[in-house]
Structure formats: C-alpha cells, structure tokens
C-alpha cells in the first residue's frame, strides 16, 4: 500500500511546493492536501504515514497544535514547515515531539534531506544551542480540556464565560484552572497566562501578508 502524506498549510502554491519533495522522497505516496489543522486531524481518521504541518493557519497560531496532535497521535511523526527561524521555536517544537522542523526558506535539498531522515525513523532539526525548557515540559502535561481552557483564560475570559463557551458547568472550569496551577507551578491567571506565551510562534511579516 502506497505512503500516504499529508500536508496542511493554508498557502496553496507553498502546499504543491512540498509535494514535489514528498514525492522525490516516497515516490509512491499518496499526499493529501489539507488547508488547516482541521481539515489535517479530518485526513488523519484515514491514517497516514507522516503529517507536515504549517504553524500558522486560520485555526492554529503556535505549537498548541503540535501538542494536540502529538497526544491523539503518538506514533505519527509531524514534521513543522514553518516560516519561523526562531532557535527556540526548533529546540521547542523538538521537544514537544516534533519529528522535524524545516524551515519555509530551507533549499529543496534540505527539505528532501529532512523527509529522508523521518522516512528513515530519524529526525533532523536545524541546529541550535538552545536548552530543554521545563516549563515547556509542565504544558505538555495539561490535557487537551486544561489547554483549551488555558487558552479561554488568555483570550480574557471569566470563569463564567468560559463555561459558557466551553458548555460545561463554572464548578468543572474551576477544578480545570486548580489542576492547571497546580501542573503549571503557578498561582494566578497571570503567572498561567505568562507561561502559555512560550507556546506562541511570531509569524514573519511577510508570511502574515500572504496569509
């Protein structure tokens, strides 16, 4: 049976781009396109081989999804294809679980050299002297309900709003807010609100334009 790839990135000309390396890679794949982290974890219910995932699109802004992704499909391997080229956004995405980073810029050699590498079993990252983050490490460890929640609670939101949003009761929104404190070893929204950033991936002006 032949590979099937996915590929999600909202830029249709960036999505053919990566098919032709894919497919110098595993000739035989079968790449489907998917033009947001919905419509990949859609493509995923059908299984694929690897899922190349773009940071940016009109429902994911950072490595929230990374994290998503990687609980609901361990063994997958994810590669991010991003216009990023921040050395912490590579040291991050590694240890979240990523297989690979290829930055958006990367020749096709590269691009071809990092899909080798995951086909293989490998991975292949650009090259950083940045640390492990342990804060990093406590966000991994919130479900998926704690992140979503996380993520109510930058966007502003009371606990009642967020009850409201999420259709679950004030009471269960305030037992996820204790278990996040308590995972994140904070005690306010603020010091929560604060570490979440480090999840955030600043979007390069000219790839937000295109956008």
């Not at 490595?63 to 294809?81: E, S, W």
Request: glycine share 6%.
């Amino acid at each position: 049976m032949a590979a099937r790839i996915i590929i999600a990135d909202d830029h249709p000309l960036f999505r053919s781009a990566l098919g032709h390396a894919v497919c110098k890679v595993w000739p035989e794949a079968e790449v489907v396109e998917a033009g947001s982290a919905g419509a990949a974890r859609a493509a995923l219910a059908d299984g694929a081989e690897a899922l190349l995932l773009d940071l940016h699109m009109e429902d994911s802004h950072g490595l929230t999804v990374l994290m998503d992704l990687r609980q609901d499909y361990p063994a997958l391997p994810i590669v991010i294809v991003s216009a990023s080229e921040e050395p912490r956004v590579y040291a991050a995405a590694s240890q979240l679980g990523a297989a690979a980073f290829i930055p958006k810029s990367a020749s096709l050699d590269d691009m071809r050299g990092a899909l080798a590498a995951v086909r293989e079993g490998d991975s292949w990252f650009p090259e950083t002297d940045v640390d492990a983050d342990d804060d990093l490490a406590r966000m991994a460890s919130l479900t998926p309900a704690q992140r979503r929640i996380l993520g109510q609670m930058r966007a502003g939101l009371l606990n009642k709003q967020i009850a409201w949003e999420l259709e679950i009761s004030e009471a269960t929104v305030k037992a996820h807010i204790t278990a996040i404190f308590r995972k994140l070893g904070v005690v306010s929204r603020t010091q929560a609100v604060l570490l979440a950033t480090k999840l955030d991936v600043d979007q390069p002006a000219a790839d937000a334009a295109a956008s």
